[in-house]
């Protein structure tokens, strides 16, 4: 049990590292989807045939979901502008989920597309919300920043 207390403790003192790991692991999986997207555009452009406007789903998919996971993605992983790049990504999965895969659940596959992207964009909401960690580009800009600022006195 004691060993347990530690670890726990230890967990607790380290929120932050799991928030940079979830970070970096969505960020790098997002880059790798983006360059998939690019190199298998047939595959992409089939999955957004289904839609009702395919044309402008497929313009969108060349002009935004592609730059967008590999920039997005690659900067989310180094945790540079983190809260931006994951704002940039929410449309793409909100998308993914509601108008993609959520239509056509009753098939297995796309049930899992479907749970993935979900899950996908829920922790890009929460990347949003409480931005990267201490392992991030972001918090060596902004802690610098910090550390010069004048302190506020209380009078």
Known sequence: MKNLNEWKLWFEGREDLFRDLVRMYLG?????KGLYFMSHRNELDQLLGQLDNASFAQAAAAHYVIP????GGLVLAIGLLTRLAALLQ?????GAVFYVYLPSMTLIDSRQSL???ALVLFLLVLLVAYGAGRFSVDHLIWK??????PAHSAA
């Open 28 to 32: 790098a999986g997002l880059f790798v």
């Open 68 to 71: 967008v996971h590999i920039v």
């Open 90 to 94: 929410i449309p793409i999965l909100t």
């Open 115 to 117: 749970e993935f992207s």
């Open 144 to 149: 610098k920043d910090h550390d010069h600022a």
